[in-house]
């Protein structure tokens, strides 16, 4: 582009105040070129490319326009490795600054995209290898989280993790939401597409594994299989008792002995990640009965939400003197309970983007306004804004997952301005979204190249410029 060109598509640059005109170089030096260079990414998307170009033209905050040119294509510019294995098509994805594919980022990082694989053959391959790749790390391990793309590769965590690690997989910490997602990425394909090439038998078997991983989890009869120790001094990387966790009454919720933050859980009945379940067991079940005609596995995976979805009913809920009835963050089953909220997804804040209540359950409502609150001891306020922070990064670090979270999950035009605004104000000056950033300096933040939380953003961004652009102004 030539300089004139530039100088006309940026235009004028105004921030409530009178209008008045910047030179090139301040322009340049205001908003700098920081995406990915063409040649050296990863993979492109002419439809996603598109949305930029649409976004960026009717969007006057050039800062929006900026942020989102660099945010929304961040896990198609850097993280996707994408090819034909067998004749299917395979796509690795790392979560970023690590090179290891998660089960939750990869469905998190893709999901944003499947907007447009209607108008983008070659998106709709991209994904349909995301959904191939992580059948097969299901039944690789389902008890693990993260997965290398050289099977034979050994995790650096096998000279400290006291689990079954085989080679392949980078790490093997039990969370319910590392099979729920697989789960919401086939449904999510299926219903843009109609595509059923990726649904084969072995994709079918890995849903028999879920299956039987939560029917484990439930703990009816012992502990399960699965145990995980830690030699470490962080307390959040350990379970306790054996690598067993703290007892649970077995009432038919699934234990998960770590948070979508890879943090261990107190309790080990993680709630938001029941919510989930219950979601992903029926649309597997939808799948399994419409795709693969096995009404066998459908009937037994509805079964199974069904009782999750009572025990729920029963004890995830807590009555508190300032907002009334509430979602407990975690319990055991015995009538302890842990309020809070994690900056991860699934949260309590999430539930109504996963599909598992509605935004205006009065019961969602009484949580939300407790979590967004500092009633909620992982709620941080501060010079640079206030949101909902995680243990995994400490005291005072607010995560911007949990900003757009906030944002995608509201129905007050107010609050989702907000939203974005703040998100507007606290990327540090990079030009992107980062795990977290202190709530006094948005220059002190942890990981620089985070792409879920880049593709999340650029996902709230175009939500709200296609349903409200007057919040963009």
């Not at 859980?265 to 799948?287: R, Y």
């Not at 037994?300 to 009334?324: F, I, N, S």
């Not at 880049?454 to 652009?469: C, H, I, M, Q, V």
């Amino acid at each position: 582009m030539d300089r004139s060109a530039f100088i006309r598509n940026m235009g004028m640059l105004t921030a409530g105040m009178a209008v008045q005109k910047f030179s090139f170089a301040a322009i340049a030096d205001e908003f700098p070129v920081v995406r990915t260079p063409l040649d050296k990414r990863h993979f492109r998307s002419n439809s996603v490319e598109a949305a930029i170009k649409t976004f960026q033209s009717k969007v006057a905050n050039k800062e929006l326009g900026w942020l989102f040119e660099n945010c929304f294509p961040n896990t198609l510019d850097t993280t996707i490795d994408f090819e034909a294995k067998d004749g299917k098509p395979d796509t690795y994805v790392i979560t970023g600054d690590i090179d290891a594919m998660w089960l939750r980022d990869s469905t998190a990082q893709v999901s944003p995209y499947l907007q447009f694989v209607r108008e983008d053959a070659d998106l709709k391959r991209l994904i349909a290898g995301v959904i191939n790749r992580q059948t097969a790390c299901v039944l690789k391990d389902p008890y693990a989280n993260a997965f290398f793309k050289d099977e034979n590769k050994v995790s650096e965590w096998k000279e400290t993790d006291i689990t079954k690690m085989l080679p392949g997989i980078h790490e093997r910490k039990w969370e319910i939401d590392s099979l729920c997602y697989p789960i919401r990425l086939a449904y999510l394909y299926w219903k843009a597409t109609g595509d059923t090439a990726p649904f084969d038998a072995a994709w079918e078997q890995s849903i028999a594994t879920i299956l039987k991983t939560f029917r484990e989890q439930q703990r009816k009869e012992g502990k399960g299989p699965y145990s995980f120790q830690r030699k470490t001094a962080w307390a959040t990387d350990g379970v306790p008792l054996a690598g067993y966790g703290y007892p649970v009454k077995p009432v038919g919720l699934i234990c998960s002995m770590f948070r979508p933050s890879d943090d261990a859980t107190i309790f080990p009945f993680l709630i938001p990640a029941n919510f989930f379940a219950v979601v992903s067991l029926k649309q597997a079940a939808e799948m399994v009965n419409g795709i693969r005609k096995n009404a066998t596995l459908a009937n037994e995976l509805k079964a199974l939400a069904t009782e999750v979805e009572k025990a729920l009913a029963q004890y995830a809920t807590v009555t508190l003197p300032q907002v009334g009835k509430v979602y407990a963050y975690e319990v055991n089953g015995f009538g302890s309970f842990n309020l809070m909220d994690d900056a991860n997804v699934p949260s309590l804040l999430s539930l109504p983007y996963l599909g598992a209540v509605k935004a205006n359950d009065p019961v969602y409502i009484n949580t939300r306004k407790l979590l967004l609150s500092e009633n909620n001891p992982f709620y941080f306020k501060g010079k640079s804004g206030a949101g909902i922070g995680s243990p995994h990064t400490g005291l005072d670090m607010i995560w911007p997952i949990s900003l757009t979270m906030q944002g995608l999950t509201s129905n007050s035009d107010a609050e989702i301005k907000k939203c974005v605004e703040l998100l507007r104000q606290t990327h540090g000056g990079t030009g992107f979204m980062h795990e977290s950033f202190h709530k006094d300096d948005p220059k002190n933040f942890t990981r620089k190249w985070f792409a879920w939380a880049n593709t999340l953003f650029g996902e709230f961004l175009w939500k709200t410029f296609r349903e409200k652009p007057q919040l963009l102004a």
